[in-house]
T-cell receptor
Framework: AQSVTQPDIHITVSEGASLELRCNYS??????LFWYVQSPGQGLQLLLKYFSGDTLVQGIKGFEAEFKRSQSSFNLRKPSVHWSDAAEYFCAVAAGGNDMRFGAGTRLTVKP | EPEVTQTPSHQVTQMGQEVILRCVPI?????FYWYRQILGQKVEFLVSFYNNEISEKSEIFDDQFSVERPDGSNFTLKIRSTKLEDSAMYFC????????????FGDGTRLSIL
């Protein structure tokens, strides 16, 4: 069965600094991979997705993620973090684009 | 852009009572899902629904839970006899038929069991 691991529960970065959130997945084939963001009390907003093709995918709000098959990773990056990026970030994996499994989430705090 | 809508946004219910959470998926979507997020924890898959039947369910989705698509637009989650531990945020999602499409999530219903 597919599973997702987000090793970092909480990350704090300074505004303007770069960001990388880690995600590792376990699945027999190449899954569909997603990053979602959740602000407090809000729903889940899709940041970006990977299905096939170019392993570097661009998303909304200046985020990007790179799929590395050899490392079973799909890390999320942003070159310069804004205070409004403070939120909970979830990596997710789906088999055949269907039933989705989420990681435990990484809470991002942005220092002024 | 079409959205998944969920009602109510907050539901407060006495323990032991039945509760129905409602969702209106995106109109041309064919796959429907319910997820649960207990406060401070990760989002957990409950059930997926396609072609008027459950296609997969997790161990959380026991006999207390049921889903239904009563008409062409609504998708409901019923909890028959609520327990304190059912308190959570419940998210509905829907997806189109093509494989390489993401699931679209509603804003969730916060369920509080007293």
């Amino acid at each position: 069965a597919q599973s997702v691991t987000q090793p970092d529960i909480h990350i704090t970065v300074s505004e303007g600094a770069s960001l990388e959130l880690r995600c590792n997945y376990s699945y027999g084939a190449t899954p569909y991979l997603f990053w979602y963001v959740q602000s407090p009390g809000q729903g889940l907003q899709l940041l970006l997705k990977y299905f096939s093709g170019d392993t570097l995918v661009q998303g909304i709000k200046g985020f990007e993620a790179e799929f590395k098959r050899s490392q079973s990773s799909f890390n999320l990056r942003k070159p310069s973090v804004h205070w409004s990026d403070a939120a909970e970030y979830f990596c997710a994996v789906a088999a055949g684009g269907n039933d989705m499994r989420f990681g435990a989430g990484t809470r991002l705090t942005v220092k002024p | 852009e079409p959205e998944v809508t969920q009602t109510p946004s907050h539901q407060v219910t006495q323990m032991g009572q039945e509760v129905i959470l409602r969702c209106v998926p995106i109109s041309n979507h064919l796959y429907f899902y319910w997820y649960r997020q207990i406060l401070g924890q990760k989002v957990e898959f409950l059930v997926s629904f396609y072609n008027n039947e459950i296609s997969e369910k997790s161990e959380i989705f026991d006999d207390q839970f049921s889903v239904e698509r009563p008409d062409g637009s609504n998708f409901t989650l019923k909890i028959r006899s609520t327990k304190l531990e059912d308190s959570a945020m419940y998210f509905c999602a829907s997806k189109g038929e093509v494989d390489n499409q993401p699931q679209h999530f509603g804003d969730g219903t916060r369920l509080s069991i007293l």
